[in-house]
């Protein structure tokens, strides 16, 4: 059954929420859960069955290190998807097939076909796909957009991300790169 827009998809009960991928961007989402009375954690899922072991006790919540066997074991309304972008498609499609809404880390997909493929499956299983990109609210993403947007820096030409921990520049590891695919015809850009 397709899901509406309500704040729940099951009339005053919280949302059942699964997340997918443990790594450094979890801990934020997974901290967030108590400050959500609406939502529910159900279950984590991550390759690393150590990680999978340790989080899930922490947090009382059954724990897999595969996704289609804990979205067929646990009843959710919602993944979130907070995997290397280069999986994010799979795991979507494993989503969609069992009709469940997704929010999805960005990027969304690492090509434009997977992004166009990512968005028809959601569509045609009637799901919702959430795509998180809070960066537009960072207080320095907001300040360069307005550089840009004044003229002080000049036309862009390019625009690189770096991230710099809580390490310093110590901790400095630069985020992996890939290409975007060339304009086709008849699309704009």
Do not use: W
Not at 73 to 96: F, K, N, W
Not at 99 to 124: H, M, W, Y
Not at 133 to 160: C, F, H, M, N, V
């Amino acid at each position: 059954m397709p899901n509406d827009s309500s704040t729940s998809t099951r009339e005053g009960h919280p949302i059942r929420v699964a997340v997918v991928g443990l790594g450094e961007v979890a801990k934020v989402h997974l901290a967030a859960f108590s400050l959500v009375p609406k939502a529910r954690l159900e279950a984590v899922c991550d390759s690393r069955a150590d990680v999978v072991h340790q989080i899930s006790n922490e947090l009382g919540v059954r724990g897999y290190v595969g996704v289609a066997e804990m979205i067929q074991a646990v009843g959710i309304d919602l993944v979130m998807i907070l995997t290397p972008a280069a999986t994010h498609r799979a795991i979507i499609e494993i989503a969609a097939a069992a009709e469940i809404d997704v929010f999805c880390e960005k990027p969304i997909a690492t090509s434009l076909r997977d992004a166009e493929e990512i968005v028809a499956r959601c569509q045609q299983a009637s799901i919702r796909c959430f795509y998180g990109s809070s960066y537009k609210y960072l207080p320095a993403i907001r300040t360069a957009r307005e550089l840009i947007k004044t003229g002080t820096l000049g036309d862009a030409q390019l625009l690189s991300e770096v991230v710099v921990s809580g390490n310093g520049l110590d901790g400095y590891s630069p985020l992996p790169f890939f290409t975007l695919p060339e304009k086709r015809a008849g699309r704009a850009g």
